[in-house]
């Protein structure tokens, strides 16, 4: 096992598969003469484009249940390494009157017209939609501005309205609609699921986001969402190490559902948010950044990681959790 401390970081590795590339073949006569060897079989994707699975759009709500375990910040990154990848993506922020998403990706100073301005005629859709000035082909839709009350006959039913429109405007259908739930489970939580296919599920290694979590997961399924995937925020190797906080597999048999991605701690965050910056367009990369973009491939194929379990070489003998993919 200590032969995986020479790999590269493990937020690289995915469960492909049969998508896995392979490297390039050395020429024969240094080949060892042994019937068992195969090629090495590489698992970094960067030197491909990810294909495209399902039908788009893709409608997806990225939720949790609790606040403050980084819906918002999953958004932002997920939905521009999405752009970054070539896909067209909207994200429409759905949390009415505590709205983030145009803070988070510097579009505070652009959106003029909600969605409510669209309602009642005041404007056009695509007014409304505010282009990203670094990626074209990733725009923001807001449904209602601060501090504002959105019409009694607002819900579900009006967002899948909303939805349907995007799909049949003229610019052509978006290849992912992204939609930020807000924390709870009242109509802003009910209305927000309404028109999706596919949730992420945005978790940390804490007991109260994992009950909140699991409560959501319920809720999702009694929707008629299965799509469900998990995304676990702020690990931290060290307290895991140490069991001060659970580990990722721990997380995993708890909530029993398909690991998208996983976010190690980052005070980068904190400095990209305030900066109105997302961290995967930061340079050099950062390690959550790199995830964020793993997570948003594997978003892509459908695709799923796997929590692994790394021997160290402590003073005592023992197991202690890791996470890989």
Same mark, same amino acid.
């Given at each position: 096992m200590r032969s995986l401390h020479l790999l590269p970081n493990?937020?690289?590795?995915?469960?492909?598969?049969?998508k #896995?590339? #392979?490297?390039p073949i050395p020429n024969p006569k240094f080949l060892p003469k042994s019937p068992s060897f195969t090629p090495i079989k590489s698992v970094l994707q960067w030197n491909r484009k990810p294909e495209l699975a399902g039908d788009t759009p893709?409608?997806?709500v990225i939720t949790s249940g609790k606040g403050g375990v980084g819906k918002t910040t999953t958004t932002a990154n997920v939905g521009i390494s999405l752009a970054r990848l070539g896909f067209s993506v909207v994200a429409i922020d759905a949390d009415v009157g505590l709205r983030n998403l145009d803070l988070l990706l510097g579009l505070e100073n652009r959106v003029n017209y909600t969605v409510v301005e669209v309602l009642n005629g005041d404007c056009r859709l695509d007014q409304?939609?505010?282009? @990203?000035?670094?990626?074209s082909n990733f725009e923001l839709l807001c449904i209602s501005k601060p501090r504002s009350k959105l019409p009694i006959g607002f819900g579900g039913k009006a967002l899948v309205w909303l939805v349907d429109a995007l799909k049949a405007r003229q610019e052509g259908c978006p290849d992912f609609i992204i939609? @930020?739930?807000p924390a709870g489970i009242d109509a802003g939580f009910i209305t927000a699921i309404t028109p999706a296919n596919e949730a992420i599920l945005v978790t940390t290694p804490d007991i109260t986001s994992l009950r909140d979590a699991d409560r959501v997961t319920g809720l999702l399924e009694c929707d008629g969402i299965r799509d469900i995937k998990m995304m676990v925020n702020r690990v931290r190797t060290d307290m895991i190490k140490g069991e001060d906080m659970m580990s990722v597999l721990d997380v995993q048999e708890m909530l029993g559902l398909a690991l998208l991605g996983v976010i190690p701690e980052d005070s980068e965050v904190?400095?990209? #948010?305030?900066r109105g910056y997302p961290l995967v367009l930061n340079k050099p990369p950062t390690l959550a950044g790199l995830a964020f973009e793993q997570a948003a491939w594997r978003?892509?194929?459908? @695709?799923?990681m796997t929590a692994v379990m790394v021997e160290e070489e402590p003073k005592k003998r023992g197991f202690f959790s890791f996470f890989g993919g």
């Open positions: 493990p937020f690289f590795f995915n469960s492909f598969h049969s #896995t590339l #392979t490297s893709r409608v997806v409304a939609l505010v282009r @990203d000035k670094r990626w939609i @930020d739930c904190i400095r990209s #948010t305030n978003l892509v194929e459908q @695709d799923s």
